[in-house]
């Protein structure tokens, strides 16, 4: 196109129906198209999901693949990437677009080949360090022959898309520096786009928070804890259930929320672990539709975000925090993370957990029932720059008009 809007094909190993695909993928494409541009999108989706039906797509022109999850699970990512670059290869000769914009690793090899082939510029939407992150949370092992050739496989990935990709997206000001200082960086534009968070759904609701207590049967005064999210091993659930024993050391009524697909008897197996109890009577496990995400924050007190620190850190922007703060929950983080210091002004948007020491908790426990919490529209005020969707969407409507022109 050359009235600054671009034609752009989007590939995503994300559905468009997971959490991250309503949550991240979808508003940042909707708002592009909304924008002028041409979107079309080829995404890989769950095998029992039901296509486009009841999602609001608008004017994106919408492809997907699909993926086992049981059954032959294992054998499917095998011919994944294969299938992946013959359906991203005919949607380009079929678009033919100016831009090719990659989300994440996955498919960095099928978009890298595609977009040589056909003249597109690639935006490589990094996202995070995914492969130190694979490497960290135990999910590929360095020192075995399937994970050394897994890592080498995408550190050429990696080091080709540093070097060809028109533009890159990172998620944090820290990620933007490593990247910058690769070896095999030839100079493209670097943008710094957070998780960002659409600030009308996420919002300080007292009403809400109301109504969703007393369904949960809490009462006005009962503190809550929130961790939104899986148990995985990149998070540090182990710190969760010592600052929840430290809370409930000096409010015995004080619960533990925990939305997302999660177990309260293995839960409380793996707090046993490390030396705390978790009664169920004191556990609130949720699984709920993306849409209902803001009620259950807005019933909590305080959101927890305890990741591990590593070098992939430094790549993290966590959509649950950016979801915390747009509800006006204040956030306990682990430090190291990313932007996170920036984010959280001890006492203001939340507290950062220093160390993992019994009196570094204990501090922080005793600052959450101080009620530093009680200002949620001045949390939810002092946040929702940084986590703006229309921010976010502005920043990639710009990187679209100067890679069309």
Known sequence: MNDGHASSVFVSNNGLRDHIGQAQVLPYLSGLAARGHSMSVLSVEQTADR?????????????????????????????????????????????????????????????LNTAGRHGAKLIFDMRGFWIDERIEGGMWDPK????????????????????????????THDAKRVVEAQPAYRGAPISVIPCS??????????????ATRTELGLSTDTPVILYLGSASPLYRMHLLYRFFDAVRARSPEVRLMLVGNHDAQEHAKA???????????????????????????????????????????????????????????????????????????????GMILADDSDAEIDRC????????????????????DYFSMD??????DMLYRDLAR
């Open 271 to 349: 707090a046993a672990r490390h030396g705390v109890t978790l009664a169920p009577g004191s556990l609130i496990c949720r699984r709920v539709a993306h849409h209902e995400v803001p009620a259950m924050l807005n019933a909590a007190d305080l959101g927890i975000s305890f990741r591990i620190q590593s070098p992939s850190s430094l790549g993290v922007s966590a959509t649950k925090v950016g979801e915390y703060l747009a509800c006006g929950l204040p956030v306990a983080s682990s430090t190291g993370i990313g932007d996170i210091r920036r984010i959280i002004a001890e006492g203001e948007n």
């Open 197 to 210: 968070v659409d600030q009308e759904r996420f919002g300080v609701h007292p009403a809400l928070r109301a």
């Open 51 to 111: 296509g486009m039906a009841g999602l609001d797509i608008g004017t994106l022109n919408c492809h997907q693949m699909q993926r086992r999850t049981g059954y032959g699970r294992l054998a499917d990512r095998l011919l994944v990437a294969p299938r992946l670059a013959r359906r991203l290869d005919g949607l380009v000769r079929e678009v033919r677009p100016d831009i090719l914009h990659c989300r994440s690793y996955m498919p960095l090899s099928s978009a």
């Open 365 to 384: 426990a005793a600052r959450f029932l101080s009620g530093f919490s009680l200002d949620r529209p001045g949390i939810k005020a002092r946040s929702g």
């Open 391 to 396: 921010t976010a969407v502005g920043t990639y």
């Open 144 to 171: 075995g022959l399937t994970g050394r050739l897994l890592i080498r496989h995408f550190r050429a990935l990696e080091d080709r898309a540093y070097a060809e990709a028109a533009a890159i997206v990172v998620l």
